[in-house]
């Protein structure tokens, strides 16, 4: 949160990309790049002109190693029509910055600070620095339930603002939106029509592409039964992967553990069919499903197990399947068949 902006002046082995070999899509150097963005499965290059920033039209793949080119086709995000089809001048205030900043100013197009600093989440602090107190900072755990979710999903998720554009600009994160709001004032989350395949969604409303945890999450009974996302993240950092309180297991069996009243019947193997140590609960309740780069996924944020009958219906990747790369569909849907202690109406029809 804290550094998925990087300046390279400050700290120039940010850049992970390499630099060493001609690449025709690399047509700048690491000398032109004033920010970095991202680490861990993509990182993209900003260079300032005036005062705006634009991404370069070439981004690293961090688990694969390599160039790809980065550019938004038509047809795909909402606000392409908007913009020249010239990756320069697409500038990534309007287009980024509202997430990737703190305070970010459509007037002046200036921020408070880059990155996701404290205010982007606990609201305005002039008043609680001066007086610290629980009665003058936001608290989204405190907050009710929607309102405290809305602070992670005001940039977690695909939509658009209520009111656009904002002068000649079109924006593309909710725009007003200060903690402790309700999100839905400001912010329509993108539209899914069911069986249609998108460029945000697969066919059965399950996220298509990364920054979509939210649009999943909501239509979850995580969210139904009032599982806030500080219930699995501590946004401030652990030494867990996606910042997770404990791993992941554990986390799960917190609330859906053998004894417990949202369990499952039996134990651990009874439930899965597989050993801790070979599945973990997220590997068929989460499955990565939505692209972020190349064949780079992230994980669901439905919760529902995606059985092979799903992908013969909808095209969308099964959690058998995604691990099981030997298995077709129907061998897939065969020896779910088999597993009796679980209703085949949930898992394989």
């Not at 020249?84 to 600070?113: F, K, W």
């Not at 999903?153 to 200060?178: A, M």
């Not at 780069?293 to 959690?319: C, L, M, Q, W």
Request: charged share 20%; proline share 7%; net charge negative.
């Amino acid at each position: 949160m804290a550094n998925v902006l990087v300046d390279v002046n400050e700290h120039p082995e940010a850049v992970l990309a390499d630099f060493s070999k001609p690449n025709p899509l690399v047509t700048f150097t690491e000398e032109d790049i004033a920010f970095t963005y991202g680490s861990q499965w993509k990182q993209r290059y900003f260079t300032q002109i005036g005062d705006d920033y634009f991404v370069y039209p070439a981004q690293w793949d961090v688990l694969n190693e390599t160039w790809r080119r980065y550019y938004v086709e038509a047809g795909t995000d909402w606000w392409v029509e908007h913009y020249p089809a010239d990756q320069m001048q697409r500038p990534t205030g309007p287009l980024c910055d509202g997430c990737h900043s703190t305070n970010y100013d459509i007037e002046t197009n200036q921020v408070t600070e880059w990155n996701v600093g404290c205010e982007k989440c606990h609201g305005a602090g002039a008043e609680h620095v001066n007086a610290p107190s629980n009665y003058n900072i936001v608290n989204p755990a405190k907050l009710d339930f929607v309102r405290g979710t809305d602070v992670c999903i005001q940039c977690h998720s695909q939509g658009q603002p209520l009111e656009n554009p904002f002068g000649d600009r079109h924006y593309d994160w909710p725009v007003g939106y200060q903690p402790g709001d309700y999100l839905s004032d400001f912010w329509q989350l993108e539209e899914h029509h069911l069986g249609e395949e998108s460029f945000t969604h697969w066919p059965e409303g399950s996220a298509h592409k990364n920054r979509m945890q939210g649009n999943d999450y909501v239509t979850s009974s995580m969210y139904t039964e009032g599982v806030g996302c500080w219930d699995c993240h501590d946004v401030h950092g652990t030494e867990q992967s996606a910042d997770l309180i404990k791993p992941a297991n554990s986390v799960c069996l917190t609330c859906h553990g053998q004894d417990s009243p949202a369990g499952p019947r039996g134990d651990y193997i009874q439930h899965s069919h597989h050993n801790p140590e070979s599945a973990q609960c997220v590997d068929c309740h989460m499955p990565q499903i939505a692209r972020t780069i190349s064949n780079v996924n992230v994980r669901s944020h439905t919760f529902r197990f995606i059985p092979p009958s799903d992908t013969e219906k909808y095209g969308i990747p099964n959690a058998c399947t995604t691990c099981h790369a030997e298995f077709s569909n129907e061998s897939a849907a065969a020896a779910l068949s088999e597993w009796r202690n679980l209703s085949p109406w949930r898992v394989n029809q």
